[in-house]
């Protein structure tokens, strides 16, 4: 391997622990506030991409037939839990807007106005405003109903919601891998290294991602709503933060996460339906590094992980991905021998 070789595979590590950061930042984030490990969160990386390649073919995307579905059920379930309380006309109304008005709203949008033909920047806008609804969705109707369970039942739970969401993934998309055009063709030489566009958009968008969850988190009210949830759910709760708010605002987060990074990698490679749970669990062995609660050490683990692949791909490509996943071993054995144990006490 000479200085060359190393400088691409390390410009490539870098790239994908960029998009492997934010999957980890987002898991952190779930399980922080929710106690949901959160695997699902790599379907999200898949829907967004083939969401905007289907526009781009001048396909109905299958995410909206889910957003219609799921808004719907929402809406019923909120209209029988009205029937039996008294008041909350004003939060009736809201739950029937963003679960039934705005998914007509984009309905009419795809069917009508031929989406495939706009700019890519508006494909883009408008393939994330479909897929990130889904996020509080899947948390109002699977995990807000579950929200004192125990780790282990959250789990469990999640591994089913990635089951389905996969199986509707092949349903809505097909088998066939998709690519979208690059951001930017432009490419620039950096000694014996080039450096193309998309590279820099993909680094870029991680980075200004990552500054506006920081601001979000240390200067907004909700951000500073959501940390106190993470500390002390039942303090939080005394306060009157409503923790409900905070996991449905936590999913909206995550999914928007997900959907952007799947957008920007889908002009790098070529994404299928299930390639999301191989980036999502790459994510979640980043988010392992940083123990599921700290941001700085799961964002460092994640830019770990992306070299740690992009080297073995050149030595051992056949391998890579059990030596990528074996580094969680250590790393369990490491916090197993260095955490104090405790109980999970019952509620």
Request: some cysteine.
């Amino acid at each position: 391997m000479d200085l060359q070789i190393a400088l691409l595979l390390a410009q490539d590590g870098v790239v994908n622990g960029a998009i492997y950061a934010l999957l980890a930042l987002a898991l952190v984030l779930v399980f922080a506030v929710t106690r949901v490990i959160f695997i699902p969160q790599g379907e999200f990386v898949a829907f967004g991409a083939l969401t905007l390649a289907s526009f781009q073919t001048a396909k109905v995307p299958g995410t909206l037939w889910l957003l219609i579905g799921m808004g719907a059920v929402i809406s019923i379930i909120e209209l029988a839990a009205a029937s039996r309380r008294r008041g909350g006309r004003r939060r009736l109304t809201l739950a029937l807007g963003w679960n039934l008005a705005y998914p007509a709203v984009l309905a009419a949008i795809v069917l009508l106005a031929k989406p495939g033909q706009w700019p890519l920047a508006v494909q883009v806008v408008l393939a994330m405003a479909l897929v990130v609804p889904l996020g509080p969705m899947i948390y109002r109707l699977v995990y807000q109903p579950l929200a004192s369970a125990s780790v282990l039942v959250l789990l469990i739970v999640s591994v089913a919601v990635h089951l389905a969401l996969v199986g509707l993934g092949l349903l809505f998309f097909g088998a066939e891998g998709s690519r979208t055009p690059a951001f930017s063709e432009a490419s620039f030489s950096l000694g014996d290294v080039t450096v193309t566009g998309q590279t820099l958009w993909v680094i870029g968008a991680s980075l200004l991602l990552i500054v506006g969850l920081y601001i979000f988190f240390e200067r907004s009210l909700w951000g500073k709503a959501l940390r106190a949830t993470a500390i002390n759910r039942v303090g939080a709760q005394l306060m009157g933060i409503s923790t409900t708010q905070a996991g449905k605002l936590c999913f909206l987060l995550a999914a928007a996460i997900g959907a952007m990074s799947g957008i920007l990698v889908a002009p790098i490679t070529t994404i299928y339906y299930d390639t999301g749970f191989l980036v999502g669990l790459k994510g979640f062995v980043a988010a392992i590094v940083g123990g599921m609660i700290s941001y700085p050490l799961a964002a460092a683990g994640a830019i770990l992980v992306g070299l740690l692949e992009s080297f073995s791909s050149f030595w051992a490509s056949a391998f890579k991905e059990v030596i990528v996943f074996t580094m969680i071993i250590p790393v369990l054995l490491w916090r197993s021998m260095t955490t104090r144990h405790v109980e999970e006490e019952e509620e």
